[in-house]
Structures are given as structure tokens and as C-alpha cells.
């Protein structure tokens, strides 16, 4: 479980160090609904070193109503991952293609951030919270779903 928890985690960091060389790249045109359910959550903070907690331990929802839209060739609307995704104006990081929607939010400050990417084909969906970012007491909050188009499957 632990190698499985961070081969996806090394996976998470290689697309966003891919992603910083070309922060927007929208390669399509989607309006997509998905209903994800939690699967687990990792936290990394000053009581847990990336420890692993699955959905029945957890307070945290399912997401209901998660909705991506893209518009070629650079606008990304987010909205039911997070208060913060979805007021966002200006996410840092815009990819979509065939295999993968990947995007990123700082604050004003730099200080707050927040992440994800969705599978397409497989619907998984990793989404990353981390507090704190410029101490060195920062806080990080990873959560794994499983997605589905409300109609059909991702």
C-alpha cells in the first residue's frame, strides 16, 4: 500500500513538473459532470508524516456534483472540488487532453495552493491541498476519488 501511495504521488509530481514547462495547453473542448466518491486521504502535517486514512475513517464527503469545462485554447472553469478552485479566476496551471485534466491555484500570497488531476480513462482523481507553502512546517492534504460521468463512465 505504501509503494502503491507513492508510485501515485511520484506520478502526481512528474505531470506537474511536466505541466510548469507549458502551464496552459488545452487541447480540447469538454463540459463534464462526475460524481467521485473518497476513496482515502494522505496528511502530512505537524501530527501526521503522509499518513493514510480511508474514506470510513475520514469526515470527509463524496464529491456530488464535480464539474470541469474547458474551452480551447486556455480557459479552465473548476467547480464543486473546493471553494478555492472554484472562485478562482486564474488557475497557474491549465492542461486537458485526451488522457488527462491537470490544473493548479496559488493564493495571492503563495502561500496556499491547491491541485489535482483527473484520469480520463481511468476516472481517478488526486487532489492536493498544501498549506503553509513557503514554511517549513508546510501542510499537505492529498485525497484519491473515483470518478464517473454522471451519464456514463469517464
Known sequence: MIKKNSLVIL???FFFNLSFA??????ENINFSFECKLGKKIIKNSKYNYQTFLAEELNDKNLEEFKIEAIKPEQLFID??????SKSEKLNVKIVNKDVVL????DEKKNYSESAILTRKSGELI??????VKSENSEKYIFFYSCRKKDKKV
Open 22 to 27: 507549458k502551464d496552459m495547453n488545452i487541447q
Open 127 to 132: 487532489h492536493e491541498i498544501t498549506k503553509n
Open 11 to 13: 506520478l502526481f509530481l
Open 80 to 85: 464543486g472540488l473546493s471553494l478555492f478552485l
Open 103 to 106: 490544473f493548479k491555484a496559488f
